[in-house]
């Protein structure tokens, strides 16, 4: 079967200090890196090991893992495995891109955040032209807060033509419509980010096809229900994966209402719904 996983590990430190996130320059201490190394050297111990299944791997960190070796090592060994459909991970891009030379861009692709305030603007756009002039899928995003509207028109103009510039609704903010219409003229695709989706009793992927895993193993339908399916390592994960309802409210992040059923994000996205790049970008 085709199996998609989002893997989140202990790792909650980051290199920058954006005031809309809880992790803003959070530092792990060294035992705290240490577990979260091995950790991650064990889930991709397990992934280069499975041939029951095609796998697709997002890792979602709480912090920024590609200032860490350990997060680019895993990224190139499993992108050039042939199981593996398809690598990547959320990134605020902070890291050198010298290390991508080694995997296979085919495979590995990039979700990147763009934070202003945090990071020179031409540093942060020449490390977008490094990733495109070595082939490597990507996307580029901004928070849709108010004083960040004008950072993201123009990176808008001055990334490459065939990057998707998404936008992702800044969370507890709500949007006029003349607002919205600002953030959709960059990104059309908007509008399925600016208001959290009903989503109690309706199909979605997680759980089935989908599924979360943290640092201990520990499988979940997706990052938001804590409802536990089994473990990953000792396979009785597999008895529990089976079509099944959401049992929320609402859902209101990108991770996860991608995978509802009743949304069409997946021919949207078709082949990159991962790195979040539209189909035919």
């Given at each position: ?51 029951e299944d095609r796998l697709s791997v997002l890792f979602t960190p709480w912090g920024e893992g590609l200032v860490r070796s350990w997060y680019r090592r895993a990224l190139t060994e499993l992108s050039l495995l042939p199981h593996i459909g398809r690598v990547a991970i959320q990134t ?104 959290p989706h009903r989503s109690a009793g309706l199909p979605c992927r997680t759980g089935e096809s989908v599924i979360s895993v943290d640092g201990e193993g520990t499988v979940r339908r997706c990052h938001f229900v804590r409802a536990e399916l089994g473990n990953l390592y000792d396979g ?46």
């Amino acid at each position: 079967m085709d199996l998609t996983i989002l893997y989140r590990g202990p790792l909650a430190s980051c290199d920058y200090d954006c005031p809309y996130c809880p992790f803003a320059k959070r530092r792990d201490s060294r035992d705290q890196l240490r577990a979260d190394r091995a950790a991650l050297e064990r889930f991709t111990a397990w992934a280069s090991e499975q041939r029951e299944d095609r796998l697709s791997v997002l890792f979602t960190p709480w912090g920024e893992g590609l200032v860490r070796s350990w997060y680019r090592r895993a990224l190139t060994e499993l992108s050039l495995l042939p199981h593996i459909g398809r690598v990547a991970i959320q990134t605020n891009l902070s890291c050198r891109t010298d290390w991508l030379a080694d995997a296979d861009p085919a495979k590995l692709a990039l979700w990147c955040t763009y934070h202003p305030g945090q990071t020179p603007y031409d540093r942060f756009l020449a490390k977008t032209h490094e990733l495109a002039d070595r082939s490597i899928r990507f996307s580029v995003g901004v928070v849709g807060l108010p004083d960040h509207l004008e950072h993201a028109r123009r990176l808008r103009a001055d990334l490459p033509e065939q990057v998707y510039l998404w936008i992702n609704a800044a969370e507890g903010h709500s949007y006029t419509d003349e607002e919205a219409d600002g953030w959709t003229a960059l990104d059309p695709l908007f509008p399925y980010s600016r208001s959290p989706h009903r989503s109690a009793g309706l199909p979605c992927r997680t759980g089935e096809s989908v599924i979360s895993v943290d640092g201990e193993g520990t499988v979940r339908r997706c990052h938001f229900v804590r409802a536990e399916l089994g473990n990953l390592y000792d396979g009785s994960y597999r008895r529990a994966l089976a079509p099944r309802a959401c049992p929320l409210a609402v859902c209101d992040c990108h991770i996860g209402y991608v995978h509802l059923e009743t949304l069409p994000l997946y021919d949207v996205f078709a082949g990159g719904v991962l790195e979040r790049v539209p189909a035919g970008v």
